[in-house]
């Protein structure tokens, strides 16, 4: 796909100006949330509004994930009762939601971030301790 | 008078080897992946696991499958107490119990022996939440930070937050280079920060964290109900049948095993079942962080008020992921985590040589110290 492949280009051939890390937000206990606090390094690149909408989406993901209702209780059960083997077989449903908020990630990249000069990192491939995104060089300007 | 010149050298019958790009460190096992751009022309290498290159003091078997603690020779004497104990019951007492009394007692006892077992793979084998360590980069970014901060004074090393209304200190761990979350701490036997961290067991041969607690605290649970199942239908068979010499060797045998489990088990169980009620970690509860006795308005933010809901949450809560990813494919791209090598128990570095430009390199030469 073109946008995709705009995606690897800019990675393997623009230089990296820095990196931004937005940190974990523990003020509502250790459930995983971001800070929405918008970076200064990024004044220039994008919009406060729309970098808080896509932290505050992540947040609302990852709050979906570690919820406690009925459908995590049945299947915590059901996975006791059957002495966890079920998950050999089903995924969980916190990795069902971790698979959205990669594909939301791609999106988001895609969409918005790229066409900036920005990369957003999947949280997970650190650890969920911050996102990181990348700025690259501002290609516009060298033209 | 000086030394007479030395002849120009022959020419070289052989080439000399080329000079190493860098010095590597004594006591690094593995080759370190290349930082240059051009890929290395010694050959190519089937591409390794991220758990070949963990920085923890764990050990991994099944390519990665199962991963335990260094030392796990305690582990090995529960498996042989526990199989021992029920081989044992099975083979001298239930035959007789089946055959006079019910055979719902081996199925019973059999279904109980097969949990057991289960709880402790699951508990020994599993993550226990290992929080991977920082890439470089994010070491430099916090480092920069902390030291924005402070002037003169060492800087803080702290973070204040205010959880559910309760004040929490973040700590920086210095061996992995980042602040640590709520709940989590540093186990210095396996050298990883561990979420929600409870204590490290060397029964069970791993740490218990958030991701295998449950299975840790269901092992004692179905542990202790087996103990007491045995112990009872041992008894139950010695009165009926007062035996001969040999099955009563074994009884004995079986009876003090019981015997000194039941009251090191069970009463580990009602603490750990007191833990879940209040939803606090043994960390927690040994070092008092909730208690009233640090001052009036100290109370456990983590709680969820009621003991149903903290017990629903401990056992039968989503099931988090495991984020080492140890079966992952290192690629060449990635930045690796910040490293020591396996075996130093301090974790100092001399250099801090970061690079910026994080496409390539990952390891950190470990400091000699």
């Known amino acids: 796909m073109a946008e ?19 940190q974990r937000d523990y003020s509502s206990g250790t459930m995983c949330q971001f800070q929405t606090k918008f970076p200064s390094e990024l004044e220039n690149r994008i919009d406060k ?17 570690e919820k406690l209702g009925s459908q995590s209780y049945i299947e915590g059960c059901l996975a006791c009762l059957t002495a966890y083997t079920v998950f050999l077989c089903m995924e969980t449903h916190y990795e069902k939601v971790l698979k959205k908020i990669a594909k939301y990630i791609q999106e988001q990249n895609d969409k918005i971030y790229a066409p900036r000069g920005l990369l957003l990192t999947d949280p ?20 | 008078s000086g030394c007479s010149p030395c002849p120009p050298p022959p020419p070289a019958a052989a080439p000399l080897p080329p000079p190493p790009r860098r010095l590597r460190p004594f006591n690094t096992l593995d080759p370190l992946p290349s930082s240059d751009p051009d890929p290395p022309c010694e050959g190519s290498r089937s591409p390794r696991k991220k758990w070949q290159v963990f920085p923890g003091r764990n050990r991994f ?13 305690v582990f090995y004497l529960t498996l042989v107490l526990i199989l021992l104990t029920c081989g044992l019951f099975f083979t001298f007492d239930c035959p007789f119990l089946a055959s006079n009394l019910t055979p719902a007692i081996p199925a019973v006892g059999g279904v109980l022996f097969i949990f057991v077992m289960g709880m402790l793979f ?29 002037c003169s004074r060492p800087p803080p090393r702290t973070r204040e937050v205010l959880i559910n209304g309760q004040a929490v200190k973040l700590k920086y761990c210095f061996t992995c280079k980042i602040f640590r979350p709520p709940r989590a701490s540093h186990c210095s036997l396996c050298d990883n920060c561990v979420e929600r961290f409870d204590h490290h067991c060397p029964w069970v041969g791993n740490c218990v964290g958030r991701r295998n607690y449950r ?6 649970l179905s542990l202790s109900l087996l103990t007491v199942f045995i112990f009872a239908f041992v008894i139950t068979h010695v009165i009926l049948n007062p035996s001969q010499s040999l099955t009563l060797l074994c009884t004995v045998l079986e009876v003090v095993v019981c015997f000194f489990s039941i009251w090191s088990i069970v009463g580990l169980s009602g603490f750990h079942t007191y833990l879940i009620s209040s939803n606090q970690t043994t960390n927690e509860d040994i070092k008092g962080s909730w208690s009233t006795k640090r001052g009036k308005d100290n109370y456990n933010p983590y709680s969820y008020g009621n003991i149903l809901t903290n ?3 401990a056992l039968c809560g989503p099931l988090p992921p495991s984020l080492i990813d140890r079966r992952g494919l290192i690629q060449s791209g990635t930045p690796q985590t910040v490293s020591q090598s396996n075996g ?3 974790s100092s570095y001399a250099s801090t040589q970061l690079h910026s430009n994080m496409v390539g390199e990952g390891r950190r030469h470990t400091a000699r110290y």
């Open chain 1, 4 to 22: 995709t492949h705009s995606l690897q280009d800019m990675r393997q051939q623009a230089a990296i100006t820095a990196k931004v890390f937005i």
């Open chain 1, 49 to 65: 509004q729309q970098f808080e909408e896509t932290v505050r989406a992540l947040n609302n993901m990852y709050a979906e994930a």
């Open chain 1, 124 to 143: 997970i491939e650190r650890g969920l301790r911050v996102v990181e995104i990348t700025i690259f060089e501002d290609r516009s300007l060298t033209r």
């Open chain 2, 61 to 73: 078997y099944c390519d990665g499958r199962i991963m335990m603690a260094r030392q796990t020779g």
């Open chain 2, 122 to 150: 699951r508990a020994s084998f599993s993550d226990p939440g290992i929080l991977p360590r920082a890439t470089p980069d994010e070491a430099a970014d916090l480092e920069r930070q902390i030291d924005s901060a402070g």
């Open chain 2, 215 to 220: 299975f840790f605290y269901l092992f004692i």
């Open chain 2, 311 to 313: 017990c629903c949450a």
């Open chain 2, 344 to 346: 130093t128990s301090n």
